[in-house]
Structure formats: structure tokens, C-alpha cells
């Protein structure tokens, strides 16, 4: 089994990417990580409607390749002003590729069927922003009909990563990832 993990945090060392390599590891899966640092925004050129793929040469192509051989998809952003991170925006725009052109919007998803979104934050209420998380999953479920596990939220999160200082992240953690693999 294979997994791919994307950390939409621009901290490659931080909280996001921390719980992203913790559920990976829950997985039992091969996993690859992928940062969003230095991927473009989508241009909105289109012509992904006829390639497919999108054109840009950028870091992407090489997260689409490993998309195409994966099984399982995490997907982590820290919470940014109420929201997902735009790199975690950018990363879901760069899958317009996989929706054929309108009015079919067709799907031509190549990537896993099985994901698990996972936020962190910096505000302890771990519920606070389900609603916002819900629409991510909402995005997969809709366009690409990808199985989305409960959204992990790991709140309380400082700048100074100390993650690997709470037992409870990481077991929460670790049981997503077994959960999201069906183990
Ligand atoms: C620009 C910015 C905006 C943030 N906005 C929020 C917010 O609205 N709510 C919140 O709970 N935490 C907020 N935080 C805190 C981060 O979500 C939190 O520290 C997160 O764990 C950072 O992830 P990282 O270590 O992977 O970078 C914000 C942090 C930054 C840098």
C-alpha cells in the first residue's frame, strides 16, 4: 500500500507536517511527503481540459506521478486566518485538471480513494473549524468521490513545534492513519 502525504504548511518542520508524518506512519504504508513550497497557483488557462494534467512544470507534476500509484491521501494545513492555508488551496486547485470540461465536469481523478484532511491550530477548541474542514472533504467527496475520514484537528499548537511532547497528538495520530488504511 502506498500514501501520499501533502504538507500545506510553508514549514516543513512544523506542527502540520509533524501529525502528517505521524498519521502516515499510523498507515503502515509506504508514504511519500510532498511540501507546497515554490507550487504555482492555477493559472486558469485551461488546458488541462485536454491534457489532463496540468502544464505547469513545477513541483506538482511530481506530486500528480506519485498520486497515480497511492492508495491512501493526507492532506494537512494549519490553520491561517479561520481558514486552510492558501498553499492548501493552491494544492486542491491544481486537481482541476482531474475534473473534465463543463457542463460534465467528468471525472478523471488518478490519485487515492481514500483521505483523511487533518488541521492544526494554534486555538485549543478543536471543533472550531469542522465547518471549514467539512468543505474541503465536501470538494473531494463532490468532484472526485474520494472516501474522506473525520477531519484529525490537533489545537493548542505553538509556534515552537513541541508536538512529539504530547502522547495524545501522536496516539491520535497514529490511529487516523491505521483507521484511514482500514487497519
Ligand atoms: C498567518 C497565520 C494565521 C493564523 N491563524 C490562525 C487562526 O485563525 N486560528 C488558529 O487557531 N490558529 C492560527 N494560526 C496558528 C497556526 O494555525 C498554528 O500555529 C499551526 O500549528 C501552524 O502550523 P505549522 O507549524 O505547520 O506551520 C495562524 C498562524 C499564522 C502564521
Known amino acids: ?13 512544523g506542527n502540520t507536517a509533524f501529525v502528517v508524518g505521524r498519521v502516515l506512519e499510523g498507515t503502515g504504508a509506504e508514504g511519500r511527503v510532498f511540501g507546497m513550497n515554490g507550487i504555482e497557483p492555477c493559472s486558469a ?29 493526507v492532506v494537512g494545513s494549519p490553520i491561517y486566518l479561520d481558514h486552510i492555508s492558501a498553499q492548501a488551496w493552491t494544492f486542491l486547485n491544481r486537481l482541476y485538471c482531474f475534473i473534465g470540461p463543463a457542463p460534465q ?17 494554534g486555538r485549543p477548541a478543536e471543533g472550531h473549524y469542522l465547518p471549514q474542514l467539512g ?12 472516501e474522506c475520514q473525520e477531519p484529525l484537528v ?7 513545534p513541541d508536538l512529539a511532547a504530547r502522547p495524545e497528538v501522536i496516539s491520535a495520530a497514529l490511529a ?3 483507521r484511514l488504511a482500514g487497519r
Open 1 to 13: 500500500m502506498k500514501a501520499v502525504g501533502i504538507v500545506a504548511s510553508p514549514r516543513m518542520d
Open 45 to 73: 488557462c485551461m488546458a488541462c481540459k485536454g491534457t489532463v494534467r496540468c502544464v505547469k512544470r513545477d513541483g506538482m507534476q511530481a506530486i500528480y506521478e506519485a498520486l497515480a500509484v497511492s492508495d491512501l491521501l
Open 105 to 121: 465536469l467528468e471525472n478523471r481523478w488518478r490519485g487515492p480513494r481514500r483521505c483523511l484532511v487533518t488541521a492544526t491550530q
Open 135 to 146: 468543505q474541503i472533504t465536501a470538494v473531494l467527496r463532490k468532484y472526485w468521490s474520494i
Open 154 to 160: 490537533v489545537g493548542g499548537c505553538r509556534r515552537e
Open 176 to 178: 487516523a492513519g491505521r
